[in-house]
């Protein structure tokens, strides 16, 4: 039965391979820790995380803190001068909301940066 199924996945333009699972928003910070992860992969995986959940605040936020840990601050600011033009469609909460006024207010623009 699971070979006719995956046959059948595969004749209908899956080419026998299931859609890929969205990285969980959590794992940008969850990596910290992880001797394995260079600092290079940890921020493009915060990148993806981004691209797969654009409308999520804490997202934004948690891929600031990694690529501020790495010394990319200036990116990292510019990245949230640029959500912060569309906040209007973000989704958050409460605490999401002062963390990124924090990064934005008190570390980027008190820092040098000016959005």
């Known amino acids: 039965m699971q070979v006719g199924l995956l ?3 595969g004749s209908c333009g899956f080419g026998g391979e299931l859609p890929q699972a969205k ?9 910290f ?3 394995s992860v260079e600092p290079g992969e940890h921020m493009a995986l915060c ?3 981004v691209a797969s959940h654009p409308r999520l605040l804490r997202a934004h936020v948690d891929r600031f803190i990694v ?3 790495y010394g990319r601050e200036r990116e990292a600011c510019q990245k949230l001068f ?9 989704t958050f909460t409460a605490d999401d909301q002062d963390d ?3 990064s934005v207010e008190v570390i ?3 820092q040098g940066g000016d959005g």
């Open 7 to 9: 046959t059948l996945l």
């Open 23 to 31: 990285p969980l928003p959590s794992s940008c910070l969850a990596q």
């Open 33 to 35: 820790g992880q001797e």
């Open 47 to 49: 990148d993806r995380i």
């Open 67 to 69: 690529w501020q840990h």
């Open 82 to 90: 640029d959500v912060e033009t569309t906040m209007a469609t973000l």
């Open 100 to 102: 990124f006024h924090f």
């Open 108 to 110: 980027c623009r008190m």
